[in-house]
């Protein structure tokens, strides 16, 4: 819950008056703010036994800003005193001559003082130094208490002074409006309070009104139909969730909250910021951190550091714990509802900034006056919306122990390259999830990590976890995980995806921001740590080669404006060093010297802000190369392949040996399991179907025809008869065109026969929906260089061919593109003898938009072929193979040109 910033005036409905006595509106009280202009709106609930409040400027008496009294000023070094004269008035009404009884407003007065010196240590009291009693008034019973207080000051001419307060009884049974009381007052520790009659309440309604001469304002309570117990603000002060709102004197237990006959102990949020008590009764924790606990004893007492106070790491804002049980002015309490017996948890805020907040375990609306559900109960934990846990351990009536756990890595995904922890010899990732479970992604062929193994729980015992190899000696993988208190503990892998008994290998590592597992940084043949510090100096930790560490050294400064540090292996091609990514989201390479320092850092990537881990290190791709891979805040995966030399590879070999086949081209999706495929067509006809896995990469290759030597083209029409597909379309040598629908699990139906006279054309292309209409069309080039689309009509023909291009000899590789550019429709690609590649974006209708140079250099490839989101993410790819049989990857932006590869390896 942040801290509403607000006038008093517009927030809480209370008047702040311009100067002097002037007639007041009535019930001001009942006024809510407006929530579009001052944040989450006050309401006050009707019936609510209360007394109203107004801060008011007096002639000669500063008003600037806020309200503050006496109580907040200090005086060499201590806390000032306040003692407040009071001229004590009993009334008589023009229209109701009935008395009040002196002794019974002496006596409630003085239940007032003795309240506020057991709050302030003494120093603030109450003393009636005039009394006036029999006063016949011209005010009248009818009307509103503002008019009958104004009436009454006038009359006596009494007027604002530091340290002064007219507190004036009339006979009626309560205020107009069914108020208790009514207060006035402004700074100087000066007020004016009217009361009613003597009743049960008397007492804690003038201490509250003495409460609001000190300048508090109400004990408010969070109300959310959601039951919410805490809720962040927007920008323009708006509650998070639309469903909150602050009940206006809903804390009832706190003296400023509503009235009831007893005096609750004012709330430690007051005691803080009037400068109450001693000055020791809260601990303040400052800004909350790690996992620790504390002792409450009961806030009714009077011992030092009884409650405590912290400051959410990730909020800023401030929340106060309390013992509530019956303990001097919270004896009530023993007969009360048990839910108002525990630990509370209140802020300074509210409805104003000098108000205060309490936040129950179910802040759903309570019906009635008093909540019976004030305090957290033993096992309850309350989570502030930023994420800072506060759990109660124990509660009796003596003490309670909490337990503040600040440390959110806790409960964050940590996600890690760790070499390869299984024993198969692949490098695998880690991922630690929320609720502590670790889980194995183990590396696969074709540039996968496994489905999530679950191979430990409790692992959110560690605030870091991370590992990249053999820590310790013994050939397998580790891992080392640190507690929030900063021991270090090494978890030896058994080879098998296990880990031996745990070794505690250091302690004092909470002073790191951050720890980096960055392989043999020192050149010495065992494995290292790096640990960052809040000032940003870099301290190399070296392995001892079997699980401890030699003398740490510092081998950098200036670390800590980087928002996210990994090991980068050997990305450059030597030895290893450190990405570093800058709060713009720009990624740094760093590498290592390989005898501890670093080389001049180069710019790795940019526009990776969104990146929650970077994970680097390893080589994922079996390329002989170290990878990064990058998990999003979103939980995606992507892999970056490492071209050997500091920066990503622009193409990245998935394959060899595919010089053996005569064709090799898109499948669309052919199995049916939602990623696009390869097929291939060796000199022998034998027809086979690559599967892709979905991450740049094959699963097992299977043949699915022979005889296909009898084609000179084959081409993947998609859903070409619009029953099943992706279809097949092959041409004999004698022109004759056919169709060879599948059932799109692979598995291919009777051919049918489309088509003669098609060997006019020296290229074939199967363009998708190239006129837009819908359904898959073919192209044919005739030997002129002249393009001629056929409009497929749905149902395994044609419609009508139209010319839609020229001059296309010039091109020794055509091929379709896919949707290449990212507009939704389908493009032509087309490379020269002179290897210039060029992007032909269709426009939808059957023709062309300007042409693209994609790049230069392409005659290197025997065949290109367009292959859609081949590596599983948003970009579509192309396949390429070399004359040696290398089968290349590489991957389009989506925006109509070519990047560095992206796969996905999930």
Known sequence: MRLISRSI????????????????????????????????????????????????????????????????????????????????????????????????????????????????????????????????????????????????????????????????????????????????????????????????????????????????????????????????????????????????????????????????????????????????????????????????????????????????????????????????????????????????????????????LTLMPSTIPFSGYYSPNHAWQAGRTFTTHAGTRVTINAVTAASATVTIDADLALRTKIQFSAGDINGDGRADAISREADGSLLLLAGQAGNKLGAPVKIGIGWNAFNTVLGDGDFNGDGRSDLIARTSDGALWLYPGTGTGGFQARKQIGSGWDIFKRIIAAGDFDGDQRRDLIGMRADGSLWLYPGNGTGGFLPAKLVGTGWQGF????????????????????????????????????????????????????????????????????????????????????????????????????????????????????????????????????????RAARQIGSGWQGFDQVISAGNFNGAGGPDLVARQADGSLWLYPTDGKGTFLTPKKIGSGWSIFTRMLAPGDFSGDGRNDVIGQSADGKLWLYPGNGTGGFLARKEIGSGWGIFDQVIAANDFNGDGKADLMARTADGNLWLYPGNGASGFLARKQLGAGWNAFQSLASVGRFAGTANPNILSTSPDGTLWLHTGTGTGALQNVVLNPR
């Open 563 to 698: 928002t996210a540090l990994a090991g980068a292996g050997g990305l450059a091609g030597g030895a290893p060093g450190l990405l570093a990514r800058s709060s713009d989201g720009t990624v740094y390479l760093y590498p290592g010297t390989g005898t501890g320092g670093f080389l001049a850092r180069t710019t790795l990537a940019t526009g990776w802000n969104g990146a929650a881990d970077l994970m680097g290190g390893q080589d994922f791709t079996a390329d002989g190369h170290t990878d990064v891979l990058v998990a999003s805040k979103t939980g995606a995966l992507m892999a970056y392949p490492g071209n050997g030399g500091g920066g990503f590879a622009a193409k990245l070999k998935i394959g060899s040996g595919w010089n053996s086949f005569s064709q090799v081209w898109e499948a669309g999706d052919f199995d049916g399991d939602g990623k696009p495929d390869v097929l291939a067509r060796s000199a022998d006809g034998a027809l086979r179907l690559y599967s892709g896995n979905g991450s740049g990469g094959f």
């Open 9 to 356: 005036a517009s927030a809480t409905g209370l008047l702040v008056l311009a100067a002097g006595l002037v007639a007041l509106p009535a019930s001001p009280s009942l006024a809510a703010a407006d929530p579009a202009v001052d944040g989450p709106a006050a309401q006050f609930i009707e019936g609510t036994p209360h007394g109203d409040h107004v801060y008011e400027s007096a002639p000669g008496v500063p008003m600037d800003g806020l309200p503050t009294g006496l109580a907040l000023q200090t005086e060499a070094g201590g806390t000032a005193a306040a003692p407040i004269n009071v001229k004590l008035v009993i009334a008589k009404l023009a229209d109701n001559r009935n008395t009040v009884s002196l002794a019974s407003a002496e006596q409630a007065v003085a239940a007032s003082s003795n309240y506020w010196k057991a709050m302030s240590n003494g120093r603030i009291s109450m003393t009636v130094t005039s009394r006036t009693t029999g006063f016949l008034s011209a005010a009248k019973s009818t009307q509103s208490y503002y008019d009958v207080i104004n009436t009454i000051t006038s009359e006596l001419k009494w007027a604002y002074s530091a340290n002064t307060a007219l507190v004036v009884f009339v006979p009626t049974a309560t205020l107009s409006s069914g108020a208790l009381g009514a207060g006035y007052s402004s700074n100087g520790n000066s007020g004016r309070v009217l009361m009613p009659q003597i009743s049960t309440y008397t007492s804690s309604v003038i201490a509250h009104e003495f409460g609001h001469v000190l300048g508090s304002m109400h004990a408010d309570a969070l109300q959310c139909s959601s039951g919410a117990s805490d809720v962040g603000t927007t920008s323009t002060g708006q509650f998070t969730d639309s469903s909150c709102y602050i009940r206006e004197y809903g804390d009832t237990t706190d003296l400023m909250g509503a009235s009831h006959p007893s005096m609750p102990v004012i709330s430690s949020p007051f005691w803080d910021w009037r400068g109450l008590g001693l000055g020791n009764e809260i601990r303040d924790l400052g800004v909350a951190a790690g996992v620790k606990s504390y002792t409450l004893k009961p806030w009714g007492g009077t011992g030092a550091g009884r409650a405590v106070k912290f400051t959410d790491p990730v909020s800023r804002e401030v929340y106060y714990l309390e013992l509530r049980e019956p303990a001097g002015y919270d004896s009530y309490l023993a007969s009360g509802s048990a839910g108002n017996r525990g630990v509370k948890i209140v802020q300074r805020g509210g409805a104003t900034p000098s108000s205060s």
